[in-house]
């Protein structure tokens, strides 16, 4: 019985199509437990450092917090991200630099990073 007008065999789509199918999504489902597995790695690396500083230092939440709220608020708006600057060009050529490219594509040669940039 065909639903809603689609009919897969007229579609032309098959049975090599539906495993691939399927094969793309396990692997970005994989790659999505992935991510989720680093994240949360990332967030227990980053309270264990703050509860360095703010034992071994005496920094407190609220300067944490309100360093986080600028970090947000300097692209002008409060949304809980940080966002991309525009593209840099290369101290050396001029030319635009890619992102978290260590090296110019265009020159070779070395630039800064910006570690932070998302
Ligand atoms: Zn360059």
């Known amino acids: 019985m065909i639903h809603n007008g689609y009919n897969p065999i007229q ?3 098959n049975n090599a199509d539906a495993s691939e199918a399927r094969a793309d999504a396990r ?3 994989s790659e999505a437990e992935q991510l989720r597995f680093d994240v949360n790695r990332l967030l227990m ?3 264990a450092l703050w ?3 703010r034992e071994k230092h005496g920094y407190t939440d609220d300067e944490l917090v309100r360093r986080v709220y600028e970090i947000d608020a300097a692209d002008g708006t409060l949304d809980g991200r940080k966002s991309r ?3 840099k060009d290369c101290p050396h ?3 635009k630099l890619a992102r978290k490219r260590p090296r110019c594509l265009y020159c070779g ?3 800064a990073v910006d570690l932070f940039e998302p």
Do not use: D
Request: aromatic share 4%; net charge positive.
């Open 11 to 13: 579609s032309g789509f």
């Open 85 to 87: 600057g525009p593209a």
């Open 109 to 111: 040669k070395l630039v």
């Open 45 to 47: 690396i980053t309270e």
């Open 93 to 95: 050529c001029a030319r």
């Open 27 to 29: 692997e970005a489902r």
């Open 51 to 53: 509860g360095i500083l």
